[in-house]
Protein backbone atom coordinates (compact mmCIF):
# COMPACT_ATOMS: atom_id res chain seq x y z
CA UNK A 1 0.00 0.00 0.00
CA UNK A 2 1.52 3.30 -0.87
CA UNK A 3 1.71 6.11 1.33
CA UNK A 4 1.90 9.86 0.72
CA UNK A 5 5.16 11.29 1.94
CA UNK A 6 4.55 12.91 5.25
CA UNK A 7 5.85 15.53 6.51
CA UNK A 8 9.08 15.16 9.44
CA UNK A 9 9.27 17.30 12.36
CA UNK A 10 12.16 19.50 12.43
CA UNK A 11 15.40 18.12 13.26
CA UNK A 12 18.71 19.36 14.30
CA UNK A 13 19.48 20.28 10.94
CA UNK A 14 17.04 23.36 10.84
CA UNK A 15 18.83 25.16 13.26
CA UNK A 16 21.81 27.37 12.88
CA UNK A 17 24.03 26.50 15.65
CA UNK A 18 25.21 29.17 18.09
CA UNK A 19 26.38 29.22 21.86
CA UNK A 20 23.57 27.58 23.27
CA UNK A 21 24.05 24.77 21.47
CA UNK A 22 27.50 24.21 21.72
CA UNK A 23 27.49 25.10 25.20
CA UNK A 24 25.03 21.83 25.82
CA UNK A 25 26.74 19.25 23.70
CA UNK A 26 30.12 20.48 25.25
CA UNK A 27 28.60 19.89 28.75
CA UNK A 28 28.50 16.52 28.12
CA UNK A 29 31.31 15.76 26.29
CA UNK A 30 32.91 17.27 28.94
CA UNK A 31 31.03 15.55 32.21
CA UNK A 32 32.26 12.57 30.09
CA UNK A 33 35.85 13.27 29.89
CA UNK A 34 35.70 13.96 33.68
CA UNK A 35 35.61 10.43 34.00
CA UNK A 36 39.08 10.43 32.87
CA UNK A 37 39.67 12.70 35.74
CA UNK A 38 38.39 10.78 38.02
CA UNK A 39 39.85 7.49 37.23
CA UNK A 40 43.40 9.64 37.42
CA UNK A 41 42.70 11.10 41.06
CA UNK A 42 41.75 7.43 42.43
CA UNK A 43 45.19 6.62 40.64
CA UNK A 44 46.72 9.24 42.41
CA UNK A 45 44.80 8.63 45.78
CA UNK A 46 45.98 5.05 45.41
CA UNK A 47 49.80 6.24 44.85
CA UNK A 48 50.13 8.45 48.53
CA UNK A 49 48.51 5.62 49.96
CA UNK A 50 51.14 3.30 48.48
CA UNK A 51 54.28 4.81 49.73
CA UNK A 52 56.67 7.72 48.22
CA UNK A 53 57.97 5.59 46.10
CA UNK A 54 55.49 4.57 44.10
CA UNK A 55 54.13 8.50 44.36
CA UNK A 56 57.03 10.02 42.68
CA UNK A 57 56.80 7.55 40.21
CA UNK A 58 53.29 8.93 39.31
CA UNK A 59 54.23 12.47 40.27
CA UNK A 60 56.95 12.82 37.35
CA UNK A 61 53.92 10.88 34.84
CA UNK A 62 51.73 13.82 35.67
CA UNK A 63 54.51 16.42 35.59
CA UNK A 64 55.71 15.22 32.03
CA UNK A 65 54.41 17.44 28.61
CA UNK A 66 52.08 14.57 28.05
CA UNK A 67 51.03 14.59 31.60
CA UNK A 68 50.31 18.49 32.40
CA UNK A 69 48.89 18.54 28.52
CA UNK A 70 45.80 16.10 29.97
CA UNK A 71 46.00 17.54 33.58
CA UNK A 72 45.51 21.27 31.68
CA UNK A 73 42.47 19.85 29.50
CA UNK A 74 40.61 18.07 32.92
CA UNK A 75 41.51 21.19 34.10
CA UNK A 76 39.50 22.96 31.62
CA UNK A 77 36.82 20.08 31.26
CA UNK A 78 35.66 20.66 34.99
CA UNK A 79 35.57 24.41 35.05
CA UNK A 80 33.69 24.49 32.27
CA UNK A 81 31.33 21.21 33.26
CA UNK A 82 30.85 23.61 36.57
CA UNK A 83 30.30 26.77 34.54
CA UNK A 84 27.17 25.37 32.75
CA UNK A 85 26.27 23.00 35.67
CA UNK A 86 25.28 25.86 37.17
CA UNK A 87 23.47 27.33 33.88
CA UNK A 88 21.82 24.12 33.91
CA UNK A 89 20.62 23.96 37.52
CA UNK A 90 19.35 27.81 36.78
CA UNK A 91 17.67 26.44 33.41
CA UNK A 92 15.78 23.53 35.73
CA UNK A 93 14.67 26.15 37.99
CA UNK A 94 12.98 27.76 34.88
CA UNK A 95 15.73 31.16 34.04
CA UNK A 96 17.62 31.61 31.55
CA UNK A 97 15.01 30.93 28.99
CA UNK A 98 15.07 33.97 26.91
CA UNK A 99 16.66 34.10 23.86
CA UNK A 100 19.48 36.85 24.76
CA UNK A 101 19.68 35.49 28.51
CA UNK A 102 20.40 32.34 27.25
CA UNK A 103 23.00 33.10 24.73
CA UNK A 104 25.04 35.47 26.88
CA UNK A 105 24.76 32.59 29.54
CA UNK A 106 26.07 29.98 27.67
CA UNK A 107 29.20 32.55 25.79
CA UNK A 108 29.86 33.78 29.83
CA UNK A 109 30.56 29.66 30.45
CA UNK A 110 33.74 29.50 28.19
CA UNK A 111 34.75 33.18 29.96
CA UNK A 112 34.43 31.62 33.07
CA UNK A 113 35.93 28.33 32.00
CA UNK A 114 38.66 29.64 30.22
CA UNK A 115 39.86 32.34 32.58
CA UNK A 116 39.74 30.28 35.45
CA UNK A 117 41.68 27.22 33.94
CA UNK A 118 44.35 29.70 33.12
CA UNK A 119 44.02 31.30 36.71
CA UNK A 120 44.66 27.83 38.05
CA UNK A 121 47.02 27.46 36.69
CA UNK A 122 49.20 30.26 37.09
CA UNK A 123 48.55 29.95 40.48
CA UNK A 124 49.81 26.39 40.60
CA UNK A 125 53.09 27.78 39.29
CA UNK A 126 53.11 30.54 41.26
CA UNK A 127 52.97 28.39 44.43
CA UNK A 128 55.42 25.94 42.93
CA UNK A 129 57.67 28.34 42.53
CA UNK A 130 58.39 27.97 38.94
CA UNK A 131 57.15 31.50 38.29
CA UNK B 1 1.06 -21.00 14.44
CA UNK B 2 -0.79 -18.32 16.18
CA UNK B 3 1.40 -16.69 18.89
CA UNK B 4 1.15 -17.93 22.20
CA UNK B 5 2.09 -15.00 24.38
CA UNK B 6 -0.56 -12.78 25.44
CA UNK B 7 -1.18 -9.31 24.49
CA UNK B 8 -0.17 -8.65 28.26
CA UNK B 9 2.93 -10.28 28.54
CA UNK B 10 4.05 -8.55 24.76
CA UNK B 11 3.95 -5.24 26.26
CA UNK B 12 5.21 -5.95 29.51
CA UNK B 13 8.59 -4.20 30.78
CA UNK B 14 8.50 -1.94 27.73
CA UNK B 15 7.29 1.16 29.31
CA UNK B 16 9.00 3.80 31.82
CA UNK B 17 10.49 1.91 34.91
CA UNK B 18 8.82 5.01 36.83
CA UNK B 19 11.54 6.20 38.60
CA UNK B 20 13.01 8.57 35.97
CA UNK B 21 12.14 11.22 38.09
CA UNK B 22 13.98 10.37 41.41
CA UNK B 23 16.92 9.59 39.05
CA UNK B 24 16.88 13.47 37.80
CA UNK B 25 16.47 14.93 41.14
CA UNK B 26 19.41 12.84 42.53
CA UNK B 27 21.19 14.18 39.71
CA UNK B 28 20.85 17.61 40.30
CA UNK B 29 20.62 17.15 43.98
CA UNK B 30 24.45 15.59 43.34
CA UNK B 31 25.29 18.60 41.06
CA UNK B 32 24.84 21.55 43.77
CA UNK B 33 26.69 19.69 46.45
CA UNK B 34 29.35 19.23 43.43
CA UNK B 35 29.41 22.83 43.95
CA UNK B 36 31.02 23.45 47.47
CA UNK B 37 33.22 20.15 46.84
CA UNK B 38 35.04 21.28 43.67
CA UNK B 39 35.82 24.25 45.04
CA UNK B 40 37.39 22.85 48.17
CA UNK B 41 39.39 20.71 45.72
CA UNK B 42 40.26 22.92 43.30
CA UNK B 43 41.46 25.04 46.34
CA UNK B 44 43.31 22.71 48.11
CA UNK B 45 45.03 21.92 44.90
CA UNK B 46 46.70 24.84 43.56
CA UNK B 47 47.49 25.53 47.31
CA UNK B 48 49.41 22.64 47.48
CA UNK B 49 50.59 22.31 44.28
CA UNK B 50 54.45 20.31 44.19
CA UNK B 51 54.22 19.07 47.44
CA UNK B 52 56.58 16.09 48.27
CA UNK B 53 54.25 12.90 49.32
CA UNK B 54 54.49 13.45 53.41
CA UNK B 55 53.45 16.71 52.66
CA UNK B 56 50.47 15.50 50.80
CA UNK B 57 49.93 12.79 54.10
CA UNK B 58 49.89 15.36 56.18
CA UNK B 59 47.92 17.32 54.26
CA UNK B 60 45.31 14.49 53.60
CA UNK B 61 45.28 13.05 57.48
CA UNK B 62 43.61 16.40 58.81
CA UNK B 63 40.12 15.12 59.92
CA UNK B 64 38.22 18.36 57.74
CA UNK B 65 40.47 17.21 54.47
CA UNK B 66 39.97 13.46 55.12
CA UNK B 67 36.07 13.75 55.15
CA UNK B 68 35.74 15.98 52.72
CA UNK B 69 37.46 14.08 50.16
CA UNK B 70 35.80 11.19 50.92
CA UNK B 71 32.26 12.97 50.38
CA UNK B 72 33.75 14.77 47.05
CA UNK B 73 34.40 11.18 46.16
CA UNK B 74 31.64 9.83 47.24
CA UNK B 75 29.26 12.59 45.91
CA UNK B 76 30.98 12.95 42.25
CA UNK B 77 31.60 9.08 41.48
CA UNK B 78 27.32 9.50 42.13
CA UNK B 79 26.76 12.34 39.80
CA UNK B 80 29.16 10.65 37.38
CA UNK B 81 27.46 7.34 37.66
CA UNK B 82 23.54 9.02 36.65
CA UNK B 83 25.94 11.21 34.09
CA UNK B 84 27.29 8.86 32.29
CA UNK B 85 23.85 6.71 32.42
CA UNK B 86 21.90 9.47 30.77
CA UNK B 87 24.86 9.78 27.96
CA UNK B 88 24.64 6.04 26.93
CA UNK B 89 20.71 5.99 27.25
CA UNK B 90 20.67 8.51 24.43
CA UNK B 91 23.49 7.62 22.21
CA UNK B 92 23.77 3.62 22.92
CA UNK B 93 20.61 1.88 20.97
CA UNK B 94 21.17 -1.78 20.90
CA UNK B 95 20.26 -3.16 23.78
CA UNK B 96 23.23 -5.48 24.01
CA UNK B 97 25.94 -2.71 23.97
CA UNK B 98 23.20 -0.57 26.45
CA UNK B 99 23.30 -3.50 29.12
CA UNK B 100 26.57 -3.96 28.93
CA UNK B 101 27.55 0.13 29.11
CA UNK B 102 25.20 0.09 31.84
CA UNK B 103 27.14 -2.61 33.75
CA UNK B 104 30.64 -1.09 33.21
CA UNK B 105 29.42 2.28 34.25
CA UNK B 106 27.95 0.87 38.06
CA UNK B 107 30.62 -1.35 38.61
CA UNK B 108 33.68 1.75 37.25
CA UNK B 109 32.25 4.37 39.41
CA UNK B 110 31.92 1.89 42.71
CA UNK B 111 35.40 0.57 41.53
CA UNK B 112 36.69 4.66 41.82
CA UNK B 113 34.63 5.12 45.12
CA UNK B 114 35.77 2.33 46.55
CA UNK B 115 39.56 2.63 45.81
CA UNK B 116 39.28 6.13 47.00
CA UNK B 117 37.74 5.83 50.33
CA UNK B 118 39.81 3.02 51.15
CA UNK B 119 43.37 5.43 49.76
CA UNK B 120 42.10 8.28 51.68
CA UNK B 121 40.80 6.26 54.75
CA UNK B 122 44.46 4.23 54.92
CA UNK B 123 46.49 7.78 54.79
CA UNK B 124 44.13 8.90 57.40
CA UNK B 125 44.47 6.20 59.88
CA UNK B 126 48.02 4.99 58.58
CA UNK B 127 50.64 5.24 61.21
Redesign the interface.
Known amino acids: MAQAKRPLSPHLQVYRFGAHMAVSIIHRITGSALAVGAILLTWWLVAIATGHEYFNMVQGMAGSMLGKLVLFGITFALMQHFASGIRHLFMDAGKLFDLKANTASAKFTFVFSTVMTLLIWVAAYKVTGAL | MADMNTPLSKVRGLGSAKDGTSVWISH?VA??A??PL?LFF?VS??????K???E??AW?KQPLVSVL?ILF?LN??NH?RS??QE?VEDYVHSHGNKFAATIAIKF?CAL?AG??V???L??AF?G
Open positions: RAINIVVFVGNAGSHAWVILVFTMGLVGILSFSIRIG
